[in-house]
């Protein structure tokens, strides 16, 4: 795809307001954006800066994936942006020429130009007022894009610390649109509870099907949670109790809660298929370690209900990051605390199976597919205090080829070894969107 077609559907797309469905990237991101066909060359990997490591910064580094490049697989550009601020996730504008990311503790949000320099992103804009723009939403997590604006879940709020927060827009300037709160028991919002659920107010990630005007939320846990050690949290009772439990569906036009469902355990991330016929998602849930299923039925009624267990949930593997492959038929499942990957059969999502697992490390987090699935990246940090400690706390890039039956390992970058810090969301890049 050359610039003036990607110049095209992206104009065309936002003129619209009209998904591009057939012409979208892989699942992980917004429909919205427009396909990009071939080899991915760059992988952005959004990273933590650690005490006494390197400059001690997050960082946006940027890995070589270009097939004829001497330097695949190596670290061509790194770019600080002053002090630790729990680098988390991350997402590309729907244009694809702005990439979004946040920090967790210190809620400020980094736009890097990835156009100009594909394999140079710079630092176009820092948004320092996130919490007085959006009225307290504390630790910017999933940036959704779409048409003309970015919308932004967050974890908490600045008054307890908590899990209660909400949905905030911003436009593609970077100027704040709205803030809209997660439902809660007391202020349910028209939306419905099903089967007794209990809106509990709390956030995670966002992923929208807009064929049908739907947006569905998660729902993980406050500050006060995410930036406790692993370890303390696990034993602190009370704590323990501060995670959420349901899973909101929305109106994506109007922005209105719709029904909330109870998915309990910490559901985090949300997959659509992009299959046309496919009216369902996604997520697992970290605590409980179930896949579930939020779906339409056959009266055009959303439920939700669990359809697998992810390893055996009484060890607690922690399911983190998923990625549904572009025929819609598979589905990767990081597990945090054994570090493996696993691979589910999906063509039945009423009724998937797991056909394949593989250990990646002592710990792994984020996974990432290129767009023919051939190739399986791998990242491996959760939160800064959640990370495992000593000998077991390896912190990688790590890129697979995938046969349909193996993952062989390509490279590896040891992200403590380069001086680096801990990687986390990973993006991917290509110079040919903006080649004339």
Not at 149 to 154: A, E, H, L, N, V
Request: net charge negative; proline share 5%.
């Amino acid at each position: 795809m050359n610039r003036r077609e990607f110049g095209g559907l992206s104009a065309a797309a936002l003129a619209m307001a009209a998904p591009f469905r057939a012409f979208a990237d892989e699942t992980c991101q917004s429909p919205y954006m427009p396909k990009i066909t071939g080899q991915e060359e760059f992988v952005y990997v959004w990273t933590l800066g650690v005490e006494g490591m390197g400059d001690e910064q997050d960082k946006m580094v940027t890995v070589d994936l270009r097939p004829d490049s001497p330097t695949r697989g190596e670290v061509i550009h790194s770019l600080s942006v002053g002090g630790r601020n729990e680098a988390h996730h991350g997402g590309f504008s729907a244009d694809r020429r702005y990439f979004w990311t946040g920090g967790l503790d210190t809620n400020r949000i980094f736009i890097f130009d990835i156009h100009s320099d594909p394999a140079a992103p710079k630092l176009h804009k820092v948004i320092e007022t996130f919490v007085t723009d959006s009225g307290g939403v504390v630790g910017p997590h999933t940036f959704f894009a779409l048409p003309g604006s970015m919308m932004i879940t967050g974890l908490s709020n600045q008054d307890d610390h908590g899990g209660r927060t909400a949905l905030v827009e911003y436009n593609d300037d970077g100027d704040y649109v709205a803030t809209y709160w997660m439902p809660t028991a007391d202020d349910m919002q028209g939306a419905v509870a099903v089967d007794g659920a209990v809106a509990d107010g709390y956030g995670y990630d966002i992923r929208a099907l807009i064929r049908k005007n739907v947006m569905l939320t998660s729902s993980f846990t406050g500050w006060s949670n995410y930036m406790m050690d692993f370890g303390q949290m696990l034993q602190d009772a009370e704590a323990m109790k501060r995670f959420g439990n349901s899973m909101v569906l929305w109106d994506l036009h109007t922005r209105q809660p719709r029904k909330v469902f109870n998915v309990p355990g910490a559901p985090l991330e949300v997959r659509f298929p992009w299959g046309p016929n496919a009216n369902y998602a996604f997520s697992t849930t970290a605590l409980t370690s179930q896949l579930w299923l939020i779906y339409e039925d056959d009266d055009g009624e959303w439920q939700a209900k669990s359809v697998a267990d992810i390893g055996n949930p009484e060890d607690i593997p922690l399911p983190v990051d998923i990625s549904i492959a572009a025929d819609d038929q598979t589905l990767w499942v990081n597990s945090f605390m054994d570090g493996k990957t696993r691979l589910f059969d999906i063509s039945d999502p009423h009724n998937p199976a797991q056909i394949y697992e593989k250990t990646i490390d002592r710990q792994v987090n984020m996974v990432s597919q290129s767009w023919d699935g051939k190739r399986v990246y791998f990242s491996s940090s959760l939160l800064a205090n959640w990370d495992k400690k000593g000998d077991d706390d390896v912190q990688y890039l790590r890129a697979y080829n995938w046969d349909g039956k193996e993952l062989v390992e390509d490279f590896n970058i040891d992200f403590y070894a380069a001086g680096l810090g801990r990687a986390h969301i990973m993006r991917f890049g290509s110079a040919a969107l903006y080649s004339a």
